[in-house]
């Protein structure tokens, strides 16, 4: 079956170097932390996957959780409180919208990269403090965030950005380092970043990237940190292999940009950002028909139906990976699927 619906755009979930970096972590180690991180559980390899990450973005600071999920909800509840404006993108991610409800902010919806609007939301705020909460590269429709314009934004109030890079890192910016660092943002204290462990990187957990003061904040007030287990061995030395993977074969994220845009080709939509593609269908039968069709013929494809699509329409889903050399059967496919709609 080919696989044009999962996560693992580097193709280094069985990759034998990852694999031995998750063996060698769990024989040191032990097969979990034991405890919270404020306990006992943070070992070594934690602080080491935490530098690695910093060397490869160019952060100044990094606190690995347990979960993507885990790293959005700290990001958003724990920099916040009553006094806080929380201004969140149409199309976040589930647990960044959690997180924003979570918080004891007070939240509004701006529309989906519509710049004017955050602008507009945060100058009518009374409130002295924002955070605005965007992704880098969206999860539905495979689109670009504008980061370069919401962090002047941001600048200009004082506010807070916060960037989920999950589907960036290893595939956007160069050697795939994300857009954040490929904009030169890294380094701004407002900009916090968080991303998952469990695409590229070929494992599983999550990170939040800033300031040393960010980190210390995080530690100290996070619950979703704080009341935790800490990050598996297991899954720090296989992220600590994908690293190192990726930083020294710069192709791959070359790879999945370019599969992504014959992808996008066959399907007939313009190219996308990363290695989301979203293709619109007349109603969810027809996505779901369609999703039967490519499993008759050996491709596994993914499909989006209202309520999970923020724009309520039906998608196809398809995920481009690196490590597909041959995507002809696959692209000769999609193009019947897709036109035939």
């Not at 006094?83 to 589930?94: F, G, I, Y």
């Not at 962090?151 to 200009?156: I, L, N, Y």
């Not at 899954?235 to 994220?253: F, K, N, Q």
């Amino acid at each position: 079956m080919l696989d044009l619906a999962g996560n693992d755009y580097l193709g280094l979930r069985t990759d034998p170097r990852i694999v031995a970096g998750a063996v060698a972590a769990a024989t040191a180690y032990g097969g979990g932390a034991g405890a919270s991180r404020l306990v006992t559980g943070t070992l070594p390899i934690h602080a080491e996957l935490e530098a690695a990450l910093c060397a490869f973005t160019g952060a100044p600071a990094a606190l690995v959780f347990s979960t993507g999920y885990a790293a959005n909800l700290a990001a958003v509840t724990a920099l916040t409180d009553a006094d806080t404006l929380v201004v969140s993108d149409a199309h976040v991610h589930a647990s960044l919208v959690d997180a924003a409800r979570l918080s004891r902010a007070t939240v509004a919806v701006a529309r989906h990269n519509d710049v004017a609007h955050v602008a507009e939301l945060l100058a009518a705020s009374p409130l002295p403090r924002a955070m605005v909460v965007v992704e880098s590269v969206y999860s539905v429709l495979g689109d670009a965030a504008p980061l370069a314009a919401l962090a002047e934004v941001c600048r200009a109030r004082g506010a807070i950005l916060v960037v989920d890079e999950a589907h960036a890192i290893g595939v956007n910016g160069q050697g795939g380092r994300g857009l954040v660092a490929d904009l030169g943002l890294s380094r701004e204290p407002d900009v916090i970043v968080t991303l998952t462990l469990s695409k590229s990187l070929a494992s599983q957990g999550g990170a939040i990237l800033g300031s040393p003061q960010v980190r210390d904040h995080l530690v100290n007030t996070a619950r979703s940190f704080i009341y935790d287990t800490g990050l598996a061995p297991a899954a720090a030395g296989a992220a600590l292999a994908a690293l190192d993977v990726i930083r020294t074969t710069p192709a791959l994220p070359t790879q999945v940009r370019h599969n992504s845009d014959l992808l996008a080709a066959a399907c007939g939509i313009d190219p996308v950002a990363g290695a989301v593609l979203s293709v619109a269908m007349p109603g969810p039968d027809e996505a779901l028909a369609a999703v039967a069709e490519a499993a008759s013929h050996g491709i596994r494809i993914g499909c989006f139906r209202p309520p999970s699509t923020p724009d309520g329409s039906s998608r196809l889903r398809l995920t481009a990976h690196a490590h597909h050399d041959d995507l002809t059967a696959a692209c000769d496919l999609l193009t019947r699927l897709t036109h035939a709609s």
